[in-house]
C-alpha cells in the first residue's frame, strides 16, 4: 500500500462534537504522497457510532457518499432525526473501507455527542 495523506479538514485529534438534533457531515480528502487524488469509486464505505469498541450492535449508522472530480473525497453523515435519538455521552466511531474481500479501518475516533441549547420551534 502506498502512503496516502488523509485531510480531516483541521479536526486532527480532536474528539469530533455531534449536536443532538443537528445533521452532522465530515469530508475525508484523500491524496497520495505527492498531493495526487486518490480515486475510492471502486470501494464502498461504513461508518458507525458505538458506545466502545468491543460492544454489540450500534448507536448510529452514518450515510456515506464518494464525490469530488476525481472521486476522492468521501462524506460521512448523520441525518437530525438520527442525532436526536442519541444520548449525550462520550462515544467511539470508525471509517472502514471495503473492496472485495480486502477491508480497511481507514480513521477512527471519539465522538461527543452534546444536547442542543437552542429549540427549533
Given at each position: ?38 480515486d ?55 471509517l ?26
Open positions: 500500500m502506498r502512503p496516502v495523506t488523509l485531510h480531516l479538514n483541521g479536526k486532527e485529534n480532536q474528539a469530533d462534537f455531534i449536536y443532538m438534533g443537528d445533521t452532522y457531515t465530515h469530508q475525508f480528502t484523500f491524496e497520495d504522497s505527492q498531493g495526487n487524488p486518490i475510492k469509486s471502486a470501494k464502498s464505505y461504513v461508518s458507525e457510532i458505538r458506545v466502545r469498541r468491543s460492544s454489540g450492535a450500534a448507536v448510529a449508522t452514518f450515510s456515506t457518499a464518494i464525490s469530488g472530480t476525481s472521486n476522492n473525497i468521501v462524506t460521512i453523515t448523520m441525518s437530525a432525526a438520527t442525532t436526536a435519538g442519541i444520548n449525550p455521552d462520550l462515544y467511539v466511531w470508525d472502514r473501507e471495503t473492496e472485495g474481500a480486502e477491508v480497511l479501518t481507514v480513521c477512527t475516533g471519539q465522538a461527543l455527542v452534546v444536547d442542543d441549547v437552542s429549540a427549533i420551534p
